[in-house]
């Protein structure tokens, strides 16, 4: 009986010690827009972000992208850009929504938050 206990603890302790390696959080940099571009209410945009550095397994990778009004401070969750789409694509069209106009920053989510430079959403 000792024995059978023994084995079954080694090898419950061998497989937890050889699971799956943990998801890496990947936080791409945002390289579009750029600071001061100028976004016109109603336009399509594309946000970009640079992909060359993401590790091989992605805690999360559906991305979201969201308006951040810097004058407010705020990110505008309930309003998202774009969601579910795959983080690796590096790339995703957005239509400016009929916001104020003024400073905003894209703030893109997988499984981390990542915000643009400041840009410019005019009427």
Do not use: C
């Amino acid at each position: 009986m000792r024995a059978a206990s023994f084995i079954f603890a080694s090898v419950a302790l061998f497989a937890s010690a050889v699971s799956a390696a943990p998801a890496d959080v990947f936080v791409p940099h945002i390289t579009a827009p750029i600071a001061g571009a100028v976004w016109k209410i109603g336009s399509t945009q594309e946000v970009t972000w640079d992909t060359s550095n993401a590790p091989g397994q992605i805690s999360n990778p559906e991305g979201n992208i969201f308006l951040r009004d810097v004058t407010q401070g705020i990110t505008l969750l309930d309003s998202p850009l774009a969601t579910g789409f795959n983080i690796l694509e590096g790339k995703q069209a957005v239509h400016v929504p009929n916001v104020a106009a003024g400073p905003y920053e894209i703030v893109l989510f997988g499984d981390s938050g990542n915000f643009s430079p400041t840009f410019q959403i005019i009427v």
